[in-house]
């Protein structure tokens, strides 16, 4: 049975839902995740005292999942820029310190549903795997 929910409050409080709007790749990655009966997921996951939050985790699992939106942006781009490629790096570095799994995904990943099986082999054995469970394409 897979649903997303707000975190429950355990890590650290989380945004007011007024201020948090998933991206449509964030949108079309919970209907993948979905369609494809993940274990329930914690959106907006903050997993340290500073400020940074997953997109979606599993945080009984310690594995987390990031979709980086906005890459071919160039200069204009959050995290391609230096400063946020830096920032980026920050808060990577630190989850993987803290045992994080963490798992970046791009808008390639997302339309051709690569990213289930990195996903799959570090939530066994907390998912079932039905080898005649088609996987949807998300366009």
């Known amino acids: 049975m897979s649903s997303s929910k707000k975190d429950n409050g355990k890590s650290s409080p989380q945004k007011e839902s007024s201020s948090y709007k998933r991206s449509k790749l964030e949108k079309q990655t919970a209907l993948i995740l979905k369609a494809n009966q993940f274990p329930e997921w914690v959106e907006e996951h903050r997993f340290c005292e500073r400020r940074w939050r ?3 985790a599993w945080p ?3 594995v987390a999942l990031e ?3 906005g890459i071919w942006k160039g200069k204009f781009g959050g995290h391609t820029s230096g400063k946020g490629f830096t920032k980026d790096c ?3 570095n630190t989850a993987t310190a803290m045992g994080w799994r963490v798992f970046r995904i791009t808008n390639t990943h ?3 549903v690569s990213f289930l099986e990195w996903l799959r ?3 066994e054995p907390h998912i079932e ?3 005649n469970h088609d996987i949807p394409i998300f366009p």
Do not use: H, I, R
Request: hydrophobic share 40%; net charge negative; charged share 40%.
């Open 129 to 131: 795997s039905d080898p």
């Open 54 to 56: 997953f997109d979606f």
């Open 67 to 69: 979709v980086e939106g």
């Open 90 to 92: 920050d808060k990577y």
């Open 60 to 62: 009984d699992q310690m």
């Open 121 to 123: 082999a570090a939530l």
């Open 110 to 112: 997302v339309k051709e």
